[in-house]
């Protein structure tokens, strides 16, 4: 049986297949179940033992031989269509990052800026204190003892105590007045500062979130009254909201650490989710105030006797919503980068009192 016509067909027909489907089709033409070689092995069984011998084992060798070709091609093929698709699919890593794509400063970092820079003109240093804070810095130095109520109002979230551990556990802060505390331990009086920060309570909707910001501000001297609280509010408004009137409310309230106490709502309206502040018939509550109890001032070493001052807390999430018209306060936190990109700030605008706060 002479093969070296058959052979050479489909060894050539399979190196001038020039797709996958090409090569099949020579697959099954020459070793398909109907194929030509398939025929011819299929006529060794009619072949006296002799013949069968010598052709059976060059059928063989000739069907292994096409089936390494199409095996041979078949890699090449794929090997072709992965560097052509490298080739059209090619970029380039190194390139320079796009400016759009620049990251912005977030509101709340825009504001606190803003406020640290208005203080910092008024002669207040910044004061700091940790968001894990024991429930004395908390509460009691703050005249709310183990079972006043106001510790439930704060909804606080409670640290882990290891089993047999019965000291009080410590807390997410719920508010920055423990930074007073701190600050007058720290540094005695006279005092200034702001403490700018994070707070915690167990609250959501659209105007509370489980985590938000507080700026907690106290001025400690030998005469200072409600009227310098009183100035100080309004000429911190004025000043950050960037407009010449804002009005605000001072309300009678209770704070445990301060006495007497009041709670300051400013006026807003809310036009289509369009907040503007200054105007309209909405009071928005943006802050708790007072003068410090001699409780605290004791507590925190200082002579009550001496000493008097005012403090207030201020909700920075809040002024942030007002000022640049945002309508819910639960976005801040989500992280939407199309949010982010309409609401955030350019990095290289850094709020001063000569080059204007916001722009
Ligand atoms: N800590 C109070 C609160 O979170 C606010 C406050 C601070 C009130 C300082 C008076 C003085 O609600």
């Keep these: 049986m002479d093969l070296t016509e058959i052979r050479g067909k489909y060894l050539a027909a399979v190196a001038g297949a020039a797709g996958e489907a090409a090569l099949e089709e020579v697959r099954v033409a020459a070793l398909g179940k109907k194929g030509e070689v398939s025929a011819l092995m299929a006529t060794l069984g009619k072949m006296p033992p002799e013949e069968r011998k010598t ?27 992965l560097d052509e698709r490298l080739r059209a699919e090619w970029l380039d890593v190194t390139l320079p990052g796009r400016p759009r794509r620049a990251g912005t400063v977030h509101p709340v970092s825009q504001v606190t800026d803003e406020l640290t820079a208005i203080f910092a003109d008024m002669g207040f240093a910044v004061a700091e204190g940790p968001q894990v804070e024991s429930d004395w810095y908390n509460f009691d130095a703050l005249n709310i003892p183990p079972e006043h109520p106001a510790r439930q109002e704060h909804d606080t979230f409670f640290m882990h105590r290891a089993a047999g551990d019965d000291r009080p556990p410590h807390v997410l802060r719920t508010h920055t007045s423990p930074v007073q505390i701190r600050a007058m331990t720290e540094q005695g009086a006279p005092i200034r500062v702001i403490a700018p920060g994070r707070v915690y309570r167990m609250d959501m909707d659209q105007t509370h979130t489980p985590m938000f910001h507080q700026v907690e501000g106290l001025a400690i001297d030998r005469d200072i009254s409600m009227a310098n609280l009183k100035w100080t509010l309004e000429e911190f408004c004025r000043a950050f909201f960037e407009v010449p009137s804002v009005e605000l409310r001072f309300r009678a309230s209770h704070f445990p650490f301060t006495e007497p106490s009041a709670e300051v709502d400013i006026r807003y309206s809310n036009v289509g989710g369009q907040l503007r502040i200054g105007e309209g018939d909405k009071w928005m509550e943006i802050l708790g105030s007072g003068m410090v109890h001699p409780k605290v001032l004791a507590a925190a070493g200082v002579d009550p006797t001496q000493w008097q001052g005012f403090a207030f807390g201020m909700g920075i999430d809040r002024i942030a919503m007002l000022k640049y018209g945002i309508p819910d306060l639960r976005a801040f936190f989500e992280s939407d980068l199309r949010w982010l990109r309409n609401y955030g700030f350019s990095a290289l605008d850094v709020p001063t009192l000569p080059a204007g706060l916001s722009r």
């Design 55 to 81: 052709a059976g084992a060059d059928l063989n060798a000739l069907k292994d031989e096409i089936d390494a070709a199409l095996r041979a091609k078949k890699t090449a093929l794929g090997d072709a269509a």
